[in-house]
């Protein structure tokens, strides 16, 4: 054998010996996040990703999962569009290698990824924002969940208050989309029920610059007392509520979740919504539960924590991280079998902020049960959490505040 050979062994040798003592780095655990960022949804999407990203903030700034493995949080904007949901979902589970996802929003958009995208590749799929009931009845193999409460619940309350409020007939426009059609026919069958009268039910189409043509109709029919918008502000809700104080149509309006945000109110300004309401999913959480991730989320994005859905993306990731620690592996069938173990009591209760002491619990073999910053989170058979629903106004300052939360009838 020449010298050079000799050498070119000997330092192959020693290179092999110096990788052979450095410790192998842990490799990222990638979850996955399919928000909204533009579109109809494009307003809620960026505060209710950061609920999401604070999640994994918290879990590795405590070390991480699984003796320091890392959280990395891999995001796309679905731009309210269901093809371009399922397209990203794909790229993320199939080429970015996501454990879970967290998302969508809409549920027009969950639906599809869920029957394309996360079933067949068996990764866990936990929106925070998806209501319709239709997700409850998925052929999911239990890797569909939600933090967010089915829309069933809503239209009850919804129900029930207007006729707490003296509202005797309503009309209804409804974005013709699976969130805004079962909706729309939970407030009708719950609202008939009660002895009210729906004078009229029609859905829209997003983006159009006018609707003067069906708010002529709705406000001719039955003389509604008030108009329930069911859409999303920048997908022609925003628009109906302006056209119809504009012209004279309506100045009562009651708005469902997706109409819950500050662009309402800014647009339409505070004194044009003081004989309005809405509701949306509200936090059941305790007090001292709710303050502790108000003020982390406030420090983290310095938006508001309050807005909908914010809570619920933060326990969808958090639920995720502990069912890692839990299952002892990132393998996507362990996340799913753990999340329940972590969600449901009984157990040693762990809150928003406690992920270090989750891990201590689960290392000694205690039973944790989280209990989040939505509120209980002890998913069912099909993957549902039960809650309570919000009841808001907007404050003449512009605050949208909750004046009480409401439960199913008892």
Known sequence: MSLGKLSLAALAAGVLAITASVPAVAQDIRIGGVFSYTGGLGALGPRIRDGARLAIDEVNRTGGVLQGRRLAFVD???????QVAVDVATRLVQVEQVAAL?????????????NSVTIPNGTVQISPSSTAPAISALNDRDFVFRTAVPDGLQGQVIAREARARSVDRIAIMAINSPYGNVLMGAIRDNFTRLGGTVTSATNFEGDRPSY?????????????????VVGYPANGGNTIIRQALENGFFKNFILPDGMRDPTVVREIGANNLATSWGTAPSSTAEPALQERFRTAYRAFSKEDPTQAFVAESYDAAMLIALAIQQAGSADRTAIRDALRRVANGPGERVGPGEFARAKDLIARGVKINYEGASGPVDFDASGDVQGRIGVWVVRSNGEIAVEKTVGPAQ
């Open 212 to 228: 003067r043509a069906e708010l002529a109709t709705a406000a001719g029919s039955g003389n509604p007392q008030a108009l329930v």
């Open 102 to 114: 967290v998302g969508a929003m809409a549920s027009g958009s969950t639906i599809p990824v869920a």
């Open 76 to 82: 796309a904007d679905d731009q309210t569009n269901p």
